[in-house]
Structure formats: C-alpha cells, structure tokens
C-alpha cells in the first residue's frame, strides 16, 4: 500500500516517542498527541528532517472528557486517513486506594481507558470501510494480575488487554488488525510519575523503551 498514517498518543517521550521514530523510520506520516506542544514540536522537526515524513501536532490533555473527540475531529480538519493507531498514552499511582487523590485516580480511568476506547472506537470503522488498519493498545504484565498498592492502574491494564482481545476477533476478516501489548517494567520515566520513588525493586532489571516499542512494532 502507499505511504501510511501512524497516529500515536503520549508521543512526547518515553515509548510513544521510540513508536514515533520507528514510524517515521518505516517512511511513514505522523499525528503526535500530547498535552505538551513544544516538546511534540521538536520531535516534528527532528523526525520530518531525519526521515522526510510529514508530522501533525496536536496536542490534546486525554484526561479531559471527549478530548479523543477532539483529536479525531484534527485528523479529520487534515484530511489524514489513519492508518496506525498507537493507544500509548496512560500513566499509573501508587499507594494504597483509600489514601490517593480521587481526582488522579479518575484521570487514569479516563486516560488509560476511556479515551484509548473513544480512538478506537473512532477509527475503526474507518479502517474497516478501507479494508486496512493496525491498532496497537499499551497493556501491561500487569493486566495478568490484580495489584494491590496500584489497584486502579492494575484493573486498567487488565481492561485494555480483554477490550483489545474482543475486538481482534470482532475484525478478524477485515483487514484490520488489533493487538495489546503487554510489557513488563520498562524505562520510561513511569516509576516516577507514579509516585513510586526512585530504586522500586520492580524497575531493577528494566527494558529499554527502543526495545518494548520494537517488539510492538513488530
């Protein structure tokens, strides 16, 4: 097929930007979300001179409601057709339920689940009228178990890995392919955006992001 279209969430580090460069490295066009525009801005002009890709900005916060409306209402502004969906985009919290912030604990829901269901649920009847697609959904080992400690992070992973199952046998036939990509502690800056401190045992021994993003790739 010609030139396609990745569509990443979280692209302004961590693994959403090792999926930008492999993208980008397979000749293919971007749409970056996040929320902080300046960096996006830099990865665009880095990739767009490195690889000859065209790279979209849009910055978007998916904590916010219907935000992923307003993302797939910018590819539509564009006239992009999005061929690759990357749901990269989700953060985590640790410490014990009753003790965390309720608001951060209901931004998680929101992005770690609602809105990687909202963008596919916009997207993929696009790609399943076009006969073509590929959405890849960030899991997480921990979707295998429940977790204490990090329970709401824990239950959201388990949703995206049983969501994205069901809709790959959905589309089986379609042309459309969904996977869920399950890692295991990865280096990504997640350890201390979760509050877990720095030198959590679980991040001891843990993947590179290039890594993780390449076996998703593939």
Known sequence: MSKKTALITGASGGLGLEFAKLCAEDGDDLVLVARSEG??????????????VTAYVCAADLSKTDAALDVYDYTLEQGLDIDILINNAGFGDAGCFAEREWQKQYDMVQVNIAALMQLTHCYLKDMIDRGYGMILNLSSVAAFSAGPEMSVYYASKAFVRSFSEAIAEEVKGTGVKVTALCPGPTSTGFEKAASMGTGSAMFRRSASAADVAKAGIN
């Open 39 to 52: 960096k996006l801005f830099t990865i665009k002009n880095e990739l767009e001179q490195k690889y000859g």
